[in-house]
Each structure stands twice: as structure tokens, then as C-alpha cells.
């Protein structure tokens, strides 16, 4: 509505440029530039004589262009500082606004970079109600950030100020996701500087740059093009298994989740089997591994294994019981 406003504005205020400059060319005789200068003088009121002696007609221009034109000038002068003022508060009013909700994060993710890998991460995050935060200094991309509504810092990721600035004291974990692997390198040592314990997901571009990545501190590398060509390899060789899982991992065709549950200390599963367990009986969820507290993995597991402490399950089965299974767990 402002810029509509603006707009009309400024076309009146052109239409009074080129009615004086028109009428003193034609009443007066004055040349074109002449003329555009004699009615910028006379909107501007700033004093200086006239070029020639006006004639009756002439004077009545003037009259006419003083009457109208000061007021549409001093308007639109007005709403330009207006737009100016009010947008440089806004944004600063919001970029403090958005500071304030990532200082108030705990338990969250930051994503560092908002490429076409960062974009799908946040997706998902916010698909499953997980706090993240975007770090992006592009502006063509910040407005992509805005219109999503992400919080998001326009900062370099790999400046210490930024990630302090990103709560990676609280956070859970931090994705470097920028395209090249020297600043997802740079990113993970300066975020491994200051917490050595921060969980780190990095991306590498390069196959051969994996090594360096795990070097620097990085927990996890995924390699996006590595990943995508053997998946499609994997078509081709093994359709079947790759349309299971899509249905467990990706798709909601038969309401069907993989999903991973740690048992708590003071679940009543703790010291049984998975016969003893019940958990196919009463979820209907197949037990599909294991991960044991020191990092082991058991896959398939029988039905005599033991569940711990800690433990944590991979189960596939219906989403809609799962919350049910988890809080016995």
C-alpha cells in the first residue's frame, strides 16, 4: 500500500515537471532544458532569479507549478524518508526479534548453509517439529529463508561470533552444508574449537576430501553425489529392496515409519528379552537392530536378546503407535 502510495506520487510530481517545462517552452520560448530548469527552480522555492522576464501567462505557470508543486514535492519527499525510516526499523526490529528466539534454543540444529542439501535438511527437520537454525550470508537466499519463515542468522558460518551467536553452546549438533570442503572444513574445526562435543554432520563435495573432513572433527560425512549414484545403481540391481526403503524411510503410502527408541532407565523392559518384551505382540513393530550402549550393533536380533538400559531400538512399523511404544520404553 506504501509503494502504491509512492508511486502515485511520483507520477504526479513527474506530471508537474513536464507541465511546466512544456508551457514555459511554448509561452515563453524558452528551450527545452531552459524550461525544465525554470520549473525545477520554482518547485525547489530556492530563490534564484528567473532567467527572463515572464509574461502574464508565464507568471500564471509559475503560480500554478509553486501551488502544486511544492506540495507533492515536500509529499513525496516525506514518504520516501517514511519507506526509509520504517524499513531499516523493521528489519532491525525483526533481526532482533529472531536473535532472541535462537538465544532462548536448546536441544536444536544448525545448518550452515541453505544450498539445495541445506534446504531439503530443514524440510525435514520442521516436517518432524525439530528447533534448527540457518546460518546464510547470501541475500538472494535470505529472502527464500524469510518467505519459509527459518530463523536464520545472515552471517558467515565460519566465524566464532556467528556459531556463538547460533546457541552452539545448547545446541544438538551442527550440518556444515556450504558447497565447497575447505569451509566445511574451516566450519568444523572453528565449531570443534569451541565444543570439542558438538555432534558434527558435514557434506563433502569431493569423494577425496572425506579423509580431511574426518580429520577436522567431522562425526558423519555424506557424500550427495556418492549416495545418489549408487542408490540409482541400486535401482537398476535391486529394485525391490530400494522400494522397501522408500516405503520405510521416505514415503507415507502405507503409513509405514523406521524409527529409533532409546530405553530409559526406568522402563519395565529392562532385563527382558524381546519375547518377554511383548513389543511385536502389543506394537505390531518389527525389531529390525540393536544398538547396545557401547556402540555395538546387532542386527536382526534373536528373540532371546536382552534389552538394557539405554539400549537403543530400530523399529519399523505404524507411525501412529509409536509415541505409545516410546513411552513405555
Known amino acids: ?23 514555459y517552452h511554448n ?11 525554470m520549473t525545477m527552480i520554482t518547485i525547489s522555492t530556492v530563490g534564484f532569479s528567473e532567467i527572463k522576464p515572464l509574461s502574464p501567462y508565464g507568471r500564471i505557470v509559475t503560480m500554478i507549478i509553486i501551488s502544486t508543486g511544492i506540495t507533492i514535492g515536500a509529499y513525496t519527499i516525506g514518504m520516501i524518508l517514511q519507506l526509509v525510516v520504517e524499513g531499516e526499523f523493521k528489519k532491525s ?5 529472531m536473535e532472541k528466539k535462537i538465544s532462548r534454543l536448546k536441544g536444536h540444529f544448525i545448518i550452515c548453509g541453505f544450498g539445495r542439501i541445506g534446504a531439503l535438511i530443514c524440510s525435514e527437520l520442521k516436517a518432524n517439529d525439530i528447533d534448527f537454525v540457518v546460518i546464510e550470508k547470501d541475500p538472494k537466499v535470505i529472502a527464500v529463508l524469510e518467505n519459509d519463515d527459518f530463523l536464520y542468522l545472515p552471517m558467515d558460518s565460519t566465524s566464532e561470533e556467528t556459531l556463538l551467536k547460533a546457541g552452539i553452546m545448547n545446541a544438538r549438533g551442527i550440518v556444515t552444508a556450504v558447497t565447497h570442503d575447505a569451509d ?15 555432534f558434527v554432520l558435514s557434506r563433502s563435495s569431493d569423494v577425496k576430501n572425506e579423509t580431511k573432513l574426518f580429520r577436522a572433527g567431522a562425526n558423519r560425512v555424506v557424500s550427495p553425489y556418492l ?8 535401482m537398476l540391481i535391486k529394485p525391490t529392496v530400494i522400494d522397501f526403503i522408500d516405503i520405510a524411510m521416505m514415503s507415507n503410502r502405507l503409513d509405514l515409519v523406521m524409527e529409533e527408541a532409546q530405553i530409559g532407565p526406568g522402563s519395565s523392559l529392562v532385563g527382558k528379552n524381546l519375547i518377554q518384551s511383548n513389543l511385536r505382540q502389543d506394537y505390531g513393530v518389527i525389531i529390525v537392530a540393536i544398538k547396545k550402549k557401547a556402540g555395538e550393533m546387532i542386527f ?17 512399523g505404524k507411525s501412529e503407535i509409536m509415541d505409545k511404544m516410546s513411552q513405555v520404553l
Request: charged content about 25%; proline content about 5%.
Open 93 to 97: 526490529y525483526w533481526r532482533r526479534k
Open 300 to 316: 536382526n536380533p534373536m528373540p532371546q536378546e536382552k534389552l538394557e538400559a539405554e539400549d537403543i531400538l530400530v523399529v519399523l
Open 1 to 23: 500500500m506504501e509503494y502504491r502510495k509512492l508511486r502515485t506520487t511520483l507520477m504526479m510530481l513527474i506530471s508537474v515537471l513536464l507541465f511546466g517545462t512544456i508551457s
Open 27 to 37: 509561452i515563453e520560448g524558452m528551450p527545452l532544458f531552459e524550461s525544465f530548469y
Open 227 to 234: 549416495i545418489g549414484g549408487k542408490r540409482m545403481a541400486q
Open 184 to 198: 566445511n572444513v574451516f566450519i568444523i574445526l572453528t565449531a570443534k574449537g569451541l565444543r570439542p562435543d558438538i
